[in-house]
C-alpha cells in the first residue's frame, strides 16, 4: 500500500524558491531537483474565495470520466470534493513540459497524497523536437487541422500541443492497465496531467537510471523488470519511442518508465520496428557498461520483434 502523510504534517510552499533555481536543459540533461519538505506550524491564510489551505480546490470534478485514471483506482487516488491541491516546486524542467510537485489532500484528516503534475507548455512557447517521425501515422479527421499540423502553423502548434498532452494520459491509462511500469495516471485537465509521483514522502524524486551508482544498481532484477515491461508494450504493438537510462525511474529497487508522450504504433508507424530496436539499444547501452552482456540486448531485440510479430 502507498506511504500516505498523517494528519499533522504540513508543508512550506516552495514556489518562490523554485523558480529561482529552474534552469534549461536538453531532454537528456535535466536533473531531478529533490525537495525536502520540513514541517511547519504556520499556515497560510486563506483567500475569501479560495480554499481553507493550499492553492487550490481539487480538480477532480473538472475532468470528465474519460479524463481520469483507469479503474481500479489505486486507494492512496484521492478524489474527494473537499480535497484542495497544494504545490511545493518544481521537481523537473524540460523543452516541451515541466513537472511540478503537488500535495492533494482533505483538510482535517489524513487523506493525502503526493502528486507529479505534468504541465506542457502552450504552443508559442513549445518546441517539441524530433517529433515528425512520431507523428506519422497520426492524423486528424478535419484535412485543414492535418495541413496546419504539418506545416507547424501556430494553429497546428496549438493542436500538436494538445494532442502530446492526449497522448501521454491515454498512453500511461493503457499501459497502466496493460501491468507496464508507469506511474499510475490520475487525470487530465487540459494540457495538465496529474500522475502518481514516483519517491519518498518527503518529496524527494526517485532518481533516473542513469544517476544510479554501480554499486546501487541491482543489475540483474531492473534487466527483468525494464524486459518485462517492454515486451507488454511489443505485444501489444507499441514502442516507448526515446526510451534511454534518462527516462527510466528507480525508486527503492522499482524500475518504472516515465515520458511516454511519443508512445509509437508500431504497426501504424512505417518507422515502428526501427524504434523498437532503437529503445532496446539506447538503454541497453547503459546495462552493457556495467558489466550485462550484450548478447542479452541482442536477445531482447529479436524477442520484442517477435512480440510486436514482424517475424
Known sequence: ???????????????????????????????????????????????????????????????????KGPEPRPDWVVTELAAVDTEFGIVKTGKEADVFLLERGVPGTDRRTLLAAKR?????????????????????????????MARRTEFGKQVIAGQWAAAEFAALSRLWSTGVAV???VQILGTEILMEFIGD???????????????????????????????LLARDGYAHGDLSAYNIL???????????PQIVDVVANPRGRSFLERDVRNVGAWFVSRGLPEAAVDELSRHLVR???FD
Open 183 to 185: 506511474p499510475y495516471p
Open 120 to 148: 506542457y507548455r502552450d504552443g508559442g512557447h513549445r518546441l517539441f523536437h524530433r517529433d515528425a517521425g512520431y507523428l506519422e501515422g497520426r492524423s486528424h479527421k478535419e484535412s485543414r487541422v492535418s495541413r496546419a
Open 1 to 67: 500500500m502507498r506511504e500516505r502523510f498523517s494528519s499533522s504534517e504540513s508543508f512550506v510552499r516552495m514556489r518562490g524558491k523554485a523558480a529561482g533555481r529552474r534552469r534549461s536543459f536538453d531532454e537528456d540533461g535535466y536533473e531531478y531537483q529533490p525537495y525536502g519538505l520540513p514541517e511547519t506550524d504556520a499556515e497560510p491564510a486563506p483567500p475569501l474565495d479560495g480554499p481553507p489551505s493550499g492553492d487550490r480546490w481539487s480538480t477532480w470534478d473538472q475532468s470528465t470520466p474519460t479524463e
Open 307 to 309: 512480440e510486436a510479430r
Open 250 to 260: 528507480v525508486h527503492h529497487g522499482r524500475l518504472v518508465i516515465i515520458d511516454v
Open 201 to 231: 514522502e518527503s518529496g524527494t524524486a526517485a532518481p533516473r537510471l542513469a544517476q544510479l551508482r554501480a554499486e546501487e544498481a541491482e543489475l540483474a532484477s531492473l534487466w527483468d523488470q525494464l524486459e518485462q515491461s517492454l515486451v
